[in-house]
């Protein structure tokens, strides 16, 4: 049958027309690939590169890092987290800001036994946030000041950030966090029983996993079917309990009978939170209160501090260390990172912090500038620069009977302040190892005519500068270089660490 001249022309307009794509491909296809290949390569080596330049590496710790990153396997020396859960604690305008750091590094080796909770259900990614008040009595919520803020998250439509100003609302936040710490405590054990140990810290809380394992499973000589309690002891109208921004541990003894034998915590404590500071002192009401369970003291080694404001010297060098505070997203990448690049896989003391991390940027002072010296103050006697200085520095005055000729004058400047440190040891003394290591003086601040300075040694962190021209608001700190040297070499290697035996 012969097709109609109309079928034929749609076959030839269709034949060249596939023709003509066909040379189109052959001709453009090289330059396609080359683009696409070049392309591919760019962004395939950017992303598997697993080597780069380590940023911590400088003059003063080439023996203690490496001088390239390697990120092709941070989990090699990861330790075995079995048993263990993690439950990190944190609030609907912060947690974006911090949790996604605490993922990308500490937390990025664990095979997700951890818990999210904050004070709104919320969602990261694959990662949920339970919220720990959603099982509190709706006529508590209601009823209750310290929930506003609560109430305001919840009617938020856009971001949280957009609805609400976590600086302004600091003090708000703080009245409703305390309310969590049960709830979240009672759904952790409902949501994940029967884990060894169960580990409850803040977002800005950083834990040394390596430590942490070995001490638990090998060193503490701990059973987790005992009723224990472990943390940095903190102290509220003489009740002890373990500070919860530096992180607190339960045994599943403990965990197992408060929650399963007293299922109306919730309850209780909501109303007693009314009349306290703290959720981490209900908690240990709760505790001592239905169960008999008491705080064993586990600082230094559980701390409440950072790198920078770790009092460095006594009780703070051989101790290894499971857990530190108030770390903001660039000091826990930091931290880690230099966890990864350590020559060493040896158990991480406080010394290895400071030889590594600070002891590289020490110098003998920094204007505009608190190094967080307040052990012992001098400040001017006349009576208007009494006034003016805080309770603080005044309830650490040294009496004028008390004090050297030296220590007389230190209030009147910065150079004279630094003079208390300098003339502690005698110069016919210099030699004397046991002095060095009883040496109480290694820095001072000065301001406003106060002097003080510190039996330990720490970085610390940057003043704002004066508004005015008068130097006496000036913040001046410095560090009595040489003391800290021969403090150091006095007191020799840590031959082994100088683990904590929790006591009550």
């Not at 023709?19 to 290949?37: D, G, K, N, S, V």
């Not at 204007?367 to 006034?387: K, M, T």
């Amino acid at each position: 049958m012969i097709a109609p001249p109309s079928s034929r022309r749609v076959r030839i307009f269709g034949a060249v027309t596939v023709i003509t794509l066909i040379a189109t491909y052959l001709h453009l296809r090289p330059q396609w690939q080359f683009e696409y290949r070049e392309y591919y390569e760019g962004v395939t080596n950017y992303f598997s590169r697993p080597v780069y330049d380590n940023t911590l590496y400088n003059q003063g710790n080439e023996q203690l890092v490496h001088k390239k990153y390697n990120t092709s396997d941070v989990c090699a020396r990861f330790p075995a987290t079995d048993g263990v859960l993690l439950v990190m604690k944190t609030g609907a305008t912060e947690a974006y800001d911090r949790i996604p750091t605490q993922l990308l590094t500490t937390m990025s080796c664990l095979p997700q036994n951890f818990l999210f909770f904050s004070d709104l259900e919320q969602q990261i990614g694959p990662y949920h946030l339970y919220d720990a008040l959603s099982e509190v009595d709706e006529a508590d919520k209601a009823r209750i000041d310290d929930f506003e803020l609560y109430r305001s998250q919840l009617e938020c439509d856009v971001s949280q950030k957009q609805c609400i100003d976590a600086t302004a609302e600091r003090q708000r936040a703080w009245n409703l966090d305390k309310y969590k710490f049960l709830p979240m405590i009672q759904q952790t054990w409902r949501m994940r029983p029967g884990h060894d140990w169960y580990i409850f810290a803040e977002a800005d809380t950083y834990v040394v996993w390596a430590n942490m394992m070995h001490w638990l499973k090998k060193q503490s000589g701990l059973n987790p079917r005992e009723k224990i309690y472990l943390g940095s002891r903190s102290w509220v109208a003489n009740r002890p309990f373990a500070h919860g921004g530096s992180g607190y541990i339960l045994s599943r003894g403990a965990l197992k009978h408060l929650v399963e034998k007293h299922d109306n915590l919730t309850a209780e404590y909501t109303e007693k939170g009314t009349q306290e500071c703290c959720g981490d002192l209900l908690v240990a009401l709760a505790l001592n209160e239905h169960e008999g369970i008491k705080i064993r003291q586990t600082w230094p080694m559980i701390n409440g501090e950072k790198p920078t404001t770790l009092p460095y010297g006594r009780n703070h060098w051989c101790e290894p260390i499971l857990t530190m505070h108030h770390m903001n997203a660039e000091e826990i990448s930091t931290v880690w990172q230099f966890e990864q690049t350590r020559k060493t896989d040896r158990i991480l003391l406080i010394k290895d912090l400071y030889d590594s991390l600070i002891a590289p940027k020490m110098q003998e002072t920094r204007e505009n500038w608190d190094n967080g010296s307040d052990d012992v103050c001098y400040i001017n006697p006349a009576p208007d620069a009494q006034e003016r200085a805080d309770g603080h520095a005044k309830d650490r005055q040294r009496k004028e009977e008390e004090m050297s000729e030296i220590e007389k004058e230190a209030w009147k400047s910065p150079e004279n302040c630094a003079k208390v440190c300098e003339s502690e040891i005698p110069e016919e003394d210099s030699d004397n190892k046991e002095k060095q290591r009883e040496r109480n003086c290694f820095q001072y601040r000065w301001h406003d005519e106060v002097c003080c300075t510190s039996k330990s040694f720490k970085m610390g962190e940057p003043k704002s500068k004066s508004s005015g021209g008068n130097s006496k608001e000036k913040w001046t700190s410095g560090w009595y270089m040489k003391g800290i040297h021969d403090w150091i070499e006095a007191m020799g290697e840590c031959t082994e660490p100088a683990w904590k035996v929790p006591e009550l």
